[in-house]
């Protein structure tokens, strides 16, 4: 095992905003493999929650919309302000109550228009074997050994602050890169020893509560939509 942690730069979206020095953890995905499910809620159609959410908190949704590459988005979904999730990953930036508006990529422009069924996991440079690989390994590495996982984490979130340091940037971290771990019941101490980074995840999992001050989430909602919300 070389690395966990995958840097900004080599990410295509995280690439994009640079205000931050950042890096973000890639698990196998929904299922991948047998006996170790690193996304409990993937599969769910929960529709009903996230509008609850919507008329009930300030939680911000993120939505999938079928849209090519830099197409505008609608202004507005289910009386909310749609934002363009597209042009940075740094979620913990964004307004309160918002839609963050994401544009389908891959073959969820043309069939698996369930989340799980196309998941980021195989976009851009991740459908090369060898990134699929050490995704496998790094997945394998979590559910059976945690506690040299957590020891490695530990390690390299580190360097990536003292990175952020060098550079004269505040730091932020995704854990759940293709994945939805309650990181703040793995690894609580990690939210609280390295309390000035930014940590962020988008999730499907609904109530997730007692979240460490320096974590943010955005719920995701399943299924690919129309411009009008609509399932597609």
Known sequence: MK???TP??????MAKDQRFESAILHLAPYKTLDGHNTCAAAHMDNSDIARYKLE???ENIAVIFRADKDAPLPSMLWGRVVIDGDKSDLRFLDPRGVIVGLRSKGSAKTENRECWRYCLNTSGRAKMPSIQAARVEKTRFF???RCAFIAQLDKEISALER???RNNKPCALRLNGTSDILWERVAPQLFEKYDNIRFYDYTKIPKRKNLPSNYSLTYSLQ????FDGKKI
């Open 3 to 5: 690395t966990l942690l």
């Open 8 to 13: 900004a730069h080599a990410n295509t979206k």
């Open 56 to 58: 009930n908190s300030d």
């Open 143 to 145: 559910f059976e050994d």
């Open 163 to 165: 990175r952020a340091a």
């Open 223 to 226: 299924y690919v939509r129309a």
